[in-house]
């Protein structure tokens, strides 16, 4: 792990306050928001579903201003305090800052990557609640896995040239992304990430498992076994893409609570629930037809 | 302490011989602390006749604490006499915009565009400060004491607990009881209910030993599923909350401009039916429509 230089730190201050959210969230926000009585459950279930407009409403929810008594780790919850509507004119707001576009300088395929997003989100939460349930929280495992590689999207904004050479190192040299970033780059997204969360002052333990999702000498959570194992499951399954294709020498993130067999473990999973996380996400992705 | 009521109706002005008797000004609260403090909450319409009475008391230091920035509750704030004068000191309080990104300092700046008001601010002579509110931390005012909570409106909303020498009022300002945006039978309606009622009991809890509550009254129970996200709460909801957190007196207001004094009383009288208070003072409760010109002392 390595430090941030000054000009990504001076880049991440205003980073995601003029960072587009994802097309069709953009899309449907502006839809919703056109009728007076759209339903607030609607709106809800679109925020939730965008790194971008997640990460923006947690900035506003635990800003000194609410002095809240529990950090605030779900939309849901953001609804209650703010009042939906403050959440609705948010929403817009962000929608206004425009879309990320799909390519980009640096080669990344943004949509691919809200779908890898979502899934490792979704699965997390599964993991969660089949294995974990006392341990973790299944809603905190969705939002660590929704933006555990948010600091990718910060990269393709500000470092586009620095991100499109990672890729390739890390391609040319079958190295896993986040290496590829320490050597291009100097820092990797988990960092990156957890760079904004904490300015944000998000959960602690929302942080960690965002910085820490990369670092297996990281102190082991139930959460972050099931965040790590959930990307590792997504990308053995080629689901979407992050950028770091699965490796067959890749050490099961936990293996103790998991097991070591990623097909193994997907089998375990409730029948038909992957399916329905991967149907939905690649909607929300608008990759219906791609796969 | 002493509470009196300058406006009392809710949304826009409501002025006309059939709400001669209740008011047709917008809100604005004056509560005077046992030392003399003044503390102004809200400055709708109300606030014109409360600025003709402190002229007669020059000079006027006041705090006047904004619920929330909708035009029911800042449109007499240009028209508040003391503003203009040198000497005064208005200190204005108020939530952070979250939408806007800004404080309560905005309130008269976009009020006072050049072309919906002859006057800038610059021009005005009396000492202005603005101080933007953090939930739950509370300002000293003389001998009193002012803690603003986090309520339910289309806007951040601000209710105030004011606490003077063991005595308590509370202004709901705008408030709409939270409601479910989830359909009992929808997979999230379980987890959002429990926030709610997580919500819910840390508010009671900021509430306890209550004396007054001014609460937002604007509905019947009947009329409100149809109002449902509007930001506003009902009689027979009010009843049922300072009855269950033991304040001694419920005062309901912002009533509706549409409401003629005869359906207000009609609406109350239904609301006290309906919720088991015909009888006065059932269970220790006084229960009142707020009316211009009342005043309580405590």
Redesign the interface.
Known sequence: MSALTPELERKLDTAVERMPAFPRSVQRILELTRNINCLPKEIVAVIEKDPVMTMKIFKVINSAYYSLPTKITSIGQSVVYLGINTIKNLALGFAAAGILPRMNAAGFDIQRYLLHSLVVAGVARQLAIQFADDEADPGDCYIAGLLHDFGKVVFVQFLSAEFHDALAYAKENSLPLHEAERIVIGVDHGVVGARLAKRWTFPAHLIDCIRDHHQPAAAASAMLDCVRTADQLVRFREIGDSGNPWRDTEAPAAAARFGDDPENLLARLAPGSLEKIVAEAMVFAQLASEQ | MKVRFWGVRGSIPAPGPHTIRYGGNTTCIEVRSDDGALLIFDAGTGIFPLAQELLKQMPVQASIYMTHTHWDHIQGLPFFTPLYIPGNSIRIHG??D??AGRGIEQVMEVQLQYSYFPVREAEMKAGIEYR?L????SVQVGDASVTPL?L??????FGYRVDCNGKSVFFTGDHEP?PN??DPA?E?YA??QQ??DQ?QA?LDQALAGLDIMIADCSYTAAEYPTRI?W?HGTLEGSIAWASRIGVKTLVCTHHEPTRSDDALEQAFAAALEHTGHASPAVGGLEILLAREGMELIL
């Open positions: 939530g952070y979250v939408v933007t953090r939930v739950g931390e986090l339910n409106h289309p806007v951040v909303n939270w945006i989830y929808d999230g987890e959002f926030m709610i919500q840390q996200g930001g």
